[in-house]
C-alpha cells in the first residue's frame, strides 16, 4: 500500500484569501445593491506595458517559422534574459552578480517553496509573524514544521519572529538557532523595509551560525526611499550566506505571465557544496525553462521604452499608496507601509480584531480588505490594503471608510 | 549549521545529453568538415502550428488591454483549456474525466517529478530498465532510491523492470512490493507500446496492492496501432490506482512554450485521503499557474483548424521514424519502436556496446544518436534514434549508416 506524506494532512484546511472570498460572495449575495471595492487582492491591475506586448509580438512570430522556432531552451533561462538581469538589476546599482548565479522561473512562489527541496528536512526554519503564507506551508509539506496547533496558530518547530509596531515591523536575528531564515523586503503584508543597517545584522547571523538567509525581494520595483537597499547582495558578507527570490509580477504586471528568478552567488557553500550547483541540478531536473515568448517580453522591461513604460505603472500604484496612507491616516487611523511597498498596514480603530474590522469596512463602506491575522497571530488587530486596483476606485474606498469613521460606526458590530 | 539535502549528493554527476554533446563537439572540434545529422535530441523542430500562433497573438493583444488584462489565473489551468482537454481527450474516446480532475502544468517534467511531494519517502518505487532518467533522479533527490552503484548503474531501494526483446520492451508487474509504478507509453526511449491486456494487469495489480501507477503519456498523439489505448483511463479500474501525465509538448511541438498537464481521478484514494485534494493543494501552494497566453495557444490545437494542423505535424515526424525504422532494416539491423512513438531503438550490430556504437556512427556516418545504456543497464546494446528532425536531413542520415553498413565499418573501432 503506496504511504502518503502525512505533513499533508496536517495543514489547517480553510485558506486566508478563499475565506475572504466566501465572506466577500456572502455579503453580496444578501446585498445585491452593494458595489464592494476589493482592496484586498494583491494582483496587478494594469495591462502588460507596450514594449512588453511588442516583444512578445515578436517572439510568436518567430514561434511560427522554421529559422525563428524554439524548442527546449536552457533550463535556467536563455543567455539574453539572464544577462539583462545581471546588467540591471545588479550591476548597475555597483552589485557584482554574473549570469551564471541566475535561475530564471516561472514564479517566486514557486521558487520559495521548492529552493526546500536542497536541504534537510533536520534544519530550523524562522519565519516573520505575520507572513506570506507560502514560506510555511511549503515546510509543513515538507516536514519541516512540525505540528500545528490550532489554538496558537503556530507549528510547532517553526522559530517565529514578531513583527510589530515595536521594533518597526522588522526583527532582529532571533535568539534560538535557526539555519533557514525566510525574509521578505519590501514586506508581504506589513509593507515594512529593512535597513541597511539591519540586514547588516541578518548576514553577520547567517554567516557566524551557518544559516542560509532566503531573501525574497518581489516588490523591489516599489522601493523609493534613499539608502534603502534593493537587493541583500548589497549587503557585505550576503554572498556567503544569502539566496534572494525576484520576480517580474509585480514589477512589471507578469502574474498572469509567469517570470521570476532566483539568485545564488557561486560562494555560497555548505560543507563544501556548492547551493548554485545544488539548485542547478535541481532546477534541470524538474523544470524545463520558462516559455520563450515570455521570456523575451521580461527582456524587453529592460530596454529604455519598457523601463519608462513600468516606472510609470509602478508610479501609479505607488500613488493609490500614498491616498490611502495618507487619506486614513487623516481620518484618524495608524497606517505603516505603504511607502517602498504597494501594501499598506493598518491598526485597526479601538482594538478590534481584524475579522471583525473586515466584517465592518465589508458592511459599512462596501470596501473589501484583507485580515492581518490570517498572516499570523502578530497580525492581530491590523488589516492590509493593496494599492492595485484604479485610481478612481482607491479613491472611492478610503472615502468610504473615512465617511464611516466620520459617522461613529467603528464600534464591533459584534458579527 | 544549515543541512544539506544529502540526497543530492549521491547523484552520479554525468548526465546522458551532457556526454552526447561533449562527444559531438569534440568530434566536430577534430573534423570541422563534418556536417553532423543530429537523430539524438528528442526535440521537435516544426514551428507552432498557425492556429496556435494565431490565439497566442489574440491574447497578447488581450494582455495589452485593461479590459483583456488577466493577472493571477487559476493554478490549476482556466476552465476553457481545463475543459477542452476533458472533452477532446478523454470524453471523445469515451472515457469520462472531468474538468475538476485536469491541472494544467508547465510541463510532464515538471509534473513527474513533483508529483512524489504528496507521498511518504518510504515507498518503494519501481521503474522500467531502460528508463527516462527524470523519474530516477527525482526519486533519488527525495531519498526513495536509496544508494547508487556505480558499477552497476543501479540504485539500491529502486525496483527496476527489465525492458529487453524478450517482453517486447513491455514489463509485466513484478513479483517485489512496488508501491509507486512509472510506466511511459508510448515509451520513451525504446518507442514500445503496452497493449490492453497488458495494462490491464497494471491496473489489477496496483488496485490489488495499494500501488499507484504513475502514467506518462506525453506521446500519445504518435498512436496509431488500432485498439491501443490512447489513456489508462480506457482501462477499468485505472479511476482508482492511476494518475496520468500528458503533454504539449509532443502533440503540439510546445517543448519552447511549455504546458502539460497531470489527471488524478476523484475516485483516487489512500487510506481515506484524496489523491486530487492533496495534488490541488500541492499545485496552488508551489505554483501559480500557466501563462495565460500560452493555455490560450495549447487550447486552439482543439479547433478544427488547429487539430488538422498539428495531425500534419506528427504525421510528418511519423514519416521520419517509418523512414529510419525501414531503411534500417532493410539495411539488415533490427528495430523496435517507430510506429506508435517517434523513437526508434536500434539494436547494434555483432553486440557492439551502445557508446562504442555512437562512437562509429559519429565518425563513419556523421550521424550523432543516443547510447541505449544511458538509459539505464538494459539499453546497453541499443542506441535510440528519434524522428522529430527534417525529411531531408533523416534520409541522408539513414542512407549514410546503410553506406557504413555496406562499407564493412561496423566492427567495433575500439575508441
Known sequence: MVKLNENYLKLPGS????EV???ISAYTAAHPEAEIIKLSIGDVTRPLAPAVIEAMHAAVDEMGTYEGFRGYGPEQGYPFLREAIAQNDYNARGVEIRPDEIFVSDGAKSDCGNIGDIFGVENVVAVCDPVYPVYVDT???AGRAGDYDSRSGRWSRLVYMPCV???GFSPAPP???????YLCFPNNPTGAMATREQLKQWVDYANANGSILLYDSAYEAFITTPDIPHTIFEIEGARTCAIEFRSFSKTAGFTGNRCAYTVIPQELERNGVKLNAMWNRRHTTKFNGVPYVVQRGAAAIYTPEGRAQIKESIDFYRTNAKVIREELTAAGLKCFGGVDAPYIWLKTPDGMGSWAFFDLVLDQ????????VGFGPSGEGYVRLTAFGGAEATRQATARIRTMLHSGGVA????
Chains 1, 2 share one sequence.
Request: aromatic fraction near 6%; hydrophobic fraction near 40%; avoid cysteine.
Open 412 to 415: 464591533p458590530t459584534g458579527r
Open 21 to 23: 472570498a466566501r465572506r
Open 175 to 181: 535568539q534560538e538557532r535557526a539555519d533557514l531564515i
Open 165 to 167: 509596531e515595536e521594533n
Open 15 to 18: 485558506y486566508l484569501f478563499s
Open 365 to 372: 463602506a462596501n470596501v473589501a480588505v484583507t485580515p492581518g
Open 139 to 141: 515546510n509543513a509539506m
